[in-house]
């Protein structure tokens, strides 16, 4: 069955310090990939997606994140976290246009001043 | 400007009492869907629509109707409410899934509903 991980439901770290934030996926054939970003209270917001055009794919907020077919993952980074990048983050996959899309179960992101 | 709009944002209803959540998108996208978020779960698709009169069910539909008359509006019907569709429900639209590059998906703001 075809699903998404995020390993860590929960990851802190310190402003302006590397944010890595890890999501798997299980897949035979090529998928789309995409991250959501949810802030308190808020509906979600996509942040970067990825169609196969790139493998590196930038997106909203500094925000960027590496296709790599061999690891079949797909991490969000930013390079320098804010405060205001506090909020819950999803990672999501489909597999072609006419398809569900199937969202991992997120991983909460704090920033420590 | 841009959204989707679903009425109601909050609502508190008792075991058995048919209700109806509103979702209605002004992009004239072909594509909407029905999420359902719950902690530590992430969110579950219930339904969705390629287009109108067109839908197919998600990953946990069982409990939930729609239907996809008019291509703004995606109703999500719950007709015996139970505790256990407590949740956080969002509707979402975009042109397609996830084909063309520069498309976004938008998600409405959200529905908490408690069933007692």
């Known amino acids: 069955a075809q699903s998404v991980t995020q390993l860590g439901s929960h990851v802190s770290v310190s402003e302006g310090a590397l944010v890595l934030l890890r999501c798997n996926y299980s897949?035979?054939?090529?998928?789309?990939l995409f991250w959501y970003v949810q802030y308190p209270n808020q509906g979600l917001q996509l942040l970067l997606k990825y169609t196969s055009a790139a493998t590196l794919v930038k997106g909203i907020n500094g925000f960027e994140a590496e296709f790599k077919k061999s690891e079949t993952s797909f991490h969000l980074t930013k390079p320098s976290a804010h405060m205001s990048d506090a909020a819950e983050y999803f990672c999501?996959?489909?597999?072609?246009?006419?398809?569900?899309?199937?969202f991992g179960s997120g991983t909460r992101l704090s920033i420590r001043p | 400007e841009a959204q989707v709009t679903q009425n109601p944002r909050y609502l508190i209803t008792v075991t058995g009492k048919k209700l109806t959540v509103t979702c209605s998108q002004n992009m004239n996208h072909e594509y909407m869907s029905w999420y359902r978020q719950d902690p530590g779960l992430g969110l579950r698709q219930i339904y969705y629509?390629?287009?109108?009169?067109?839908?197919d069910k998600g990953d946990v539909p069982e409990g939930y109707k729609v239907s996809r008359k008019e291509k703004r509006n995606f109703p999500l019907i719950l007709e015996s409410p139970s505790p256990n569709q407590t949740s956080l429900y969002f509707c979402a639209s975009s042109i397609s899934p996830g084909l063309a590059i520069g498309e976004t998906q938008y998600f409405g703001p959200g529905t908490r509903l408690l069933v007692l």
């Open positions: 629509s390629m287009n109108v009169e067109v839908t």
């Open positions: 897949s035979s054939v090529p998928p789309y």
């Open positions: 999501a996959v489909s597999y072609s246009s006419a398809s569900k899309i199937i």
